[in-house]
Structure formats: structure tokens, C-alpha cells
């Protein structure tokens, strides 16, 4: 079925300084581990993220309905200027990226699980991958896994219901702790020595995953997307000033006191600026 073109704002050559704000989105506050890092990495670039909490959780829903969704969202976001759109979400990087990469004139920076440094630096060749059921599902994972897993022996864990307790900031309790457990103890227990984190959400829960599993090795690729997308504006000569403020402006789809109320108890100050959906 051929994808429907949408055409964004034109990407001006050459401009040497850009004030537009980078959107990024995500099913809820997982995608907020990729805004932590650009904030950290780039103070100065204005973000707009987009949390679509009407549609949470993206990971069982079928690869249709998010694509559906990312392309929306990714509609709103350009109608709002910005100038690059990173999907900071595994499940919908595994649904849309390619598709929307074809439809949209702006640049894409997309999540893909940590396939390959895990395989490179497991000690016991044995690796855990942890995502939704939905990127395990699609053909992104598969590929990488064959491009990228070597000769580790790489084991696909569904997270199920971890994103539901993020979604909820529930980040430090011992009743997360004991899910995650549940979920990997058979892993830890079987040989592996190396987590990936394939899911944003799953950001949040890295502290109490290396308490569960002290000595296991966990790979988080949040920081190497916020690099690659400041890479690929910098070749665009599309960053902010460094003088700017940078901003962070928020869109949510669903119940936006709650979302507010987890965004806090995972550590980010309020207030943001709130834009209308
Ligand atoms: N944070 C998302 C991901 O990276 C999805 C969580 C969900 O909505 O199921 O896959």
C-alpha cells in the first residue's frame, strides 16, 4: 500500500543556527530518558515531546495502530516547527521509522535495542534482551539481531507490565523490583550477564534492575540516540545557539495531571510549558 506523502517546513541549507524545537514522543514518559540526555548533552536545543498517554501502552497493541499513531504524532509535531523528529520509543521505531523516514521531509533519529555492544562485551556470550512484545515482534529486532548478535546466544524477554509500573512512577518500589525479578531471574539464573534495555520506559528501571542483579551488565542506548540526533543536526548546521534556553515544552494525549505527577516522581522539575494537543 503505497505510504500518503506529508511535507514538513523545508530544512533551510546552510542556516547556521536553528531555533526550531527537536520533537520527540513516545507512548508515555519513557521517551523522557532521550530528552534527560539531550538536556545533559544540549541545554541550549528547545524540545517538544509529545507523550501519547491515550494510546498507552504502544507494546501490545498491533505494528498498524502505532504506525498509524507515529504518523500523527509526527504531523502535530511538524505543525509545531520542528526540526528533526526523534522517535523515542522502541515499539514505534520498530513499527514506523522506516515508513516515516519515506513520508515526512525532515530527519529521523529512531531507538534500536543495544544488540550490538551487548554481544561485544558479554563475558559469558549469553545476552538479554528486554523490550515490548511489539518490538520483539518486528522486523527491525530480527535484523539487528542477526546483522549485530555475533555468536552470542541473544535471548528475546517480553517486559510485560514493566512500562505500566513506569507509567505510574514507580520506579523505586520493592513491588518493581520483585516483577523484574520474576521476569529475569531465569535468565541471570541460566548464564546471562548482560541486559539491554529495549524499551525507553525501561530507562527508569536500571537502578533497581542492578540492584536485583548486582555484577549483571546493562545496556542503555538513550545517551547514544541523543548523540546521534545532535550529529545528525550538526550536519544539517541546525543547532541551536549555544547562548539559547533551551525549553522543554510538553504534549500529552491523555490525563495530563497524572503524567505530570509521574514526570515528577522520576526526578524532572516542573514547570514545563504545556502545548495543546
Ligand atoms: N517506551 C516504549 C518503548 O520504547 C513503549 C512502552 C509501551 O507503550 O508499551 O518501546
Known sequence: MPVPLFHATPM????????RPIGLFDSGIGGLSVVRQLQRLAPAEPLLYFADTAWFPYGPRPAAEVRKRAFAITARLLQSGVKMVVVACNTASAAALEDLRQAFDVPFVGMVPGVKPAAASSRTGRVTI????????????????????????????????????????????????????????????????????????????????????????????????????????????????????????????????????????????????????
Open 130 to 277: 528486554l523490550a515490548t512484545e511489539g518490538t520483539l515482534d518486528g522486523s527491525l529486532y530480527s535484523r539487528v539481531v542477526a546483522d549485530f548478535g555475533g555468536s552470542a546466544r541473544v535471548s528475546s524477554v517480553a517486559g510485560t507490565g514493566l512500562a505500566d509500573l513506569v507509567e505510574r512512577g514507580e520506579t523505586t518500589a520493592d513491588s518493581t523490583e520483585r516483577h523484574i525479578r520474576g521476569i529475569l531471574e531465569p535468565e541471570i539464573a541460566a548464564g546471562s550477564d548482560t541486559v539491554v534495555l529495549g524499551c525507553t520506559h525501561y530507562h527508569f528501571l536500571a537502578d533497581l534492575i542492578a540492584r536485583a542483579f548486582p555484577g549483571a551488565a546493562i545496556v542503555d542506548t538513550t545517551e547514544a540516540v541523543a548523540r546521534r540526533a545532535l550529529q545528525v543536526l550538526t550536519d544539517n548546521d541546525a543547532r541551536a545557539p549555544a547562548a539559547a534556553s533551551g525549553a522543554l515544552d510538553i504534549i500529552v494525549s491523555g490525563d495530563r495531571a497524572a503524567f505530570y505527577r509521574s514526570m515528577r516522581r522520576i526526578g524532572f522539575a516542573l514547570p514545563v510549558q504545556e502545548v495543546s494537543s
Open 12 to 19: 533551510v541549507c546552510c542556516e547556521a543556527m536553528d531555533h
